[in-house]
């Protein structure tokens, strides 16, 4: 979306208000969030009752943006600001919002991207580059595999395609031969390192190929530079929140994950949709 189709929007709260909601109601068909009937009627106070289920709620209830108590018009800077990459304390510094307040959007923003990308059920397919890695922060000591206090994360990666990402307990061939079957299909050329956990992905239906870093990068079209590029960029992005806590790691992963795969698309609307989503089992 471009500045001068944000500014109209937000100039006021009435449009921006009028821009959520139309998000929230496909083709202005209000519904019970809860039995999902449409038999619903308008109260005074613009709230909205259900004759089925006597249930009310509101245009943002049981909505991600309606998890915290501000404006539309806020909401829609926080979202815009969070597209650019801003921090929280950034954010609540140009919004006007308290730091912790700031905080939690942004957090509602990484939890509605990871409800919308788990279990997607797309498989990637044809040529893969498989690899894992390790993040935390910078301690002496041994570095990569066997780095102590470090989260595993394992990647994969669609060549001209996507990529997904995973949080490990561990990195044995079980771990990653599982989230291997889950994410790609069967047949196709999965290209890996020659750490030892993978060996077993050739009896698993696909074509595996290995790379031996300790000689070369790559061996003609066998390398795994592509996603050896993703962790690069993960990790240079979230150098800059100074510290993620383990319980809040996944989150800002799949944020990663979420910009690297709509690295040419405009965050915004997807982010507008996202947010104005019914949470799951909110009621």
């Not at 039995?35 to 004759?51: A, D, E, F, H």
């Not at 829609?76 to 954010?91: A, C, D, P, Q």
């Not at 060549?159 to 889950?182: H, Y």
Request: hydrophobic letters at 35%; one cysteine or more; charged letters at 25%.
């Amino acid at each position: 979306m471009d500045i001068i189709r944000f500014s109209e929007i937000v100039k006021s709260e009435r449009v921006a208000y009028k821009y959520l909601k139309e998000q929230c109601w496909q083709k202005s068909i209000v519904y019970c969030i809860r039995c999902g009937k449409q038999r619903v009627y308008k109260l005074s106070s613009g709230r909205y009752r259900c004759y089925i289920c006597g249930l009310t709620f509101s245009d943002f209830t049981g909505r991600w943006i309606g998890k915290l108590k501000i404006n539309a018009r806020q909401w829609l800077w926080i979202i815009k600001l969070f597209e650019l990459g801003l921090s929280s304390r950034k954010i609540s510094r140009e919004t006007g919002i308290s730091y912790p307040t700031a905080l939690k959007a942004m957090n509602l923003i990484r939890k509605s991207i990871v409800a919308h990308t788990q279990d997607c059920g797309l498989l990637l397919e044809g040529e893969i580059e498989a690899d894992e890695s390790y993040f935390g922060g910078r301690r002496k000591g041994k570095r990569g595999r066997g780095a102590g206090n470090k989260v595993p994360v394992f990647g994969i990666l669609e060549r001209n395609g996507f990529v997904r990402v995973e949080v490990l307990k561990d990195v044995t061939a079980e771990s990653l031969l599982n989230l291997t079957i889950k994410i790609v299909r069967r047949g196709s050329i999965v290209y890996t390192d020659k750490f030892k956990s993978y060996d077993s992905l050739m009896f698993c239906g696909y074509r595996h190929l290995k790379v031996d870093h300790t000689k070369r990068f790559s061996s003609g079209k066998v390398y795994i530079n592509g996603l050896e590029g993703f962790w690069s960029y993960a990790k240079e992005r979230l150098i800059k929140h100074h510290g993620v806590s383990k319980k809040n790691f996944l989150f800002y992963l799949k944020e990663m994950e979420f910009r690297y795969n709509n690295r040419n698309a405009d965050l915004l609307p997807i982010l507008v949709t996202y947010m104005c989503d019914l949470v799951s089992n909110v009621l």
